[in-house]
């Protein structure tokens, strides 16, 4: 079984992508066969590069979208509704079946998760249940400015409620020069956490190369 993470972070929009992306890049200039995983991606409707489509550069995967990303919907809503909307429902076992397939022959696995632990994949299985059945340690993706703790510290708990590890938390997007609230925000939640706190900088996301290696 390949080595994983499971990233999810403290909301939608926090940058799950983007650091799930930073790890499978770190893993393949290491020279591993990186897989990448998203349960369901939303909001294909709005233009921008979807999340499969960055994770698949990021980690160098010839993965097909169908194998990064089993559900895939337009509208830009919760999975659960978007599946709705579709006509269906998002089946759990499927969704096992298709991480399993994404770790197989893979060195490694970066899964992505869905806005933040507990939105629902399908009315009664939440984006924290597969994380729990997939069995990899957590990685929590924030912001670094005010508002930041009580949102990771509850992302914390209810991963440690959950049954799950949180391997670390990453501050993103990590200012070149963090002011005096970002810098004691990291303090703060490294003492109330317990948990390694790992930073990462805007990238250029034209050009994976260039992005520092984000090792976890
Ligand atoms: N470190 C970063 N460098 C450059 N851009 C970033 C960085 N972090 C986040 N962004 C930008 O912020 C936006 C949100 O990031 P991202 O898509 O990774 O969030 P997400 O948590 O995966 O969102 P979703 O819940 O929709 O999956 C994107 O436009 C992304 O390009
Ligand atoms: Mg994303």
Known sequence: MASGVFVTGTGTEVGKTVVAAAIAQTLAREGRRVGVFKPAVTGLDEGVEPDHELLRRAAGSSQSDEEIAPYRYGPPASPHLAAALAGETIDPERLR???????????????????GLLVPLAPDYLVRDLAADLGYPLVVVAAPGLGTINHTLLTVEASRAGGLKVAAIVLNPWPAKPSEIERSNRETIAELSGAPILTLPRLDLADPGSWPPLKI
């Open 97 to 115: 079946g298709a991480a399993v397939a994404a770790a197989d022959g893979a060195g490694a696995i970066v899964c992505e998760g869905v806005g």
